[in-house]
Nanobody, 123 residues
Framework: QVQLVESGGGLVQVGGSLRLSCAAS????????MAWFRQPPGKEREFVAA????????SYASSVKGRFTISRDNAKNTVLLQMNSLKPEDTAVYYC????????????????WGKGTQVAVSS
């Protein structure tokens, strides 16, 4: 069992930066590939980024590649998402998820989810 709690969301202007954090509890956290998803208003949940269990591999959606960076610290049971050069279309609720297969983009493949943190980018 893994519990996930996201934090770090907020309101930021276009071009600004935010760092999201996902705090995990559970002894098996470091065995799970992790990912960030987001759900824009009125749209379906979409894949943002993923990281392997040991942090050696990462994967990004094309819409965020080069602007977002995912990382993890297994000693601290934490996954981070550094978001730079934010755009209005990045506005969404951001979710942290723990899966079984690295970098799958389908939400149904993830076993555990946090409740999300809101990110709003104003123009």
């Amino acid at each position: 069992q893994v519990q996930l709690v996201e934090s770090g969301g907020g309101l930021v202007q276009v071009g600004g930066s935010l760092r999201l954090s996902c705090a995990a509890s559970g002894r098996t956290f470091n065995t799970y590939p992790m990912a960030w998803f987001r759900q824009p208003p009125g749209k379906e949940r979409e894949f943002v980024a993923a990281i392997s269990w040991n942090g050696d591999s990462t994967s990004y959606a094309s819409s965020v590649k080069g602007r977002f960076t995912i990382s993890r610290d297994n000693a601290k049971n934490t996954v981070l998402l550094q978001m730079n050069s934010l755009k209005p279309e990045d506005t969404a609720v951001y979710y942290c998820a723990a899966g079984v297969v690295f970098a799958t983009t389908r939400p149904k493949d993830y076993r555990y989810w946090g409740k999300g943190t809101q990110v709003a980018v104003s123009s």
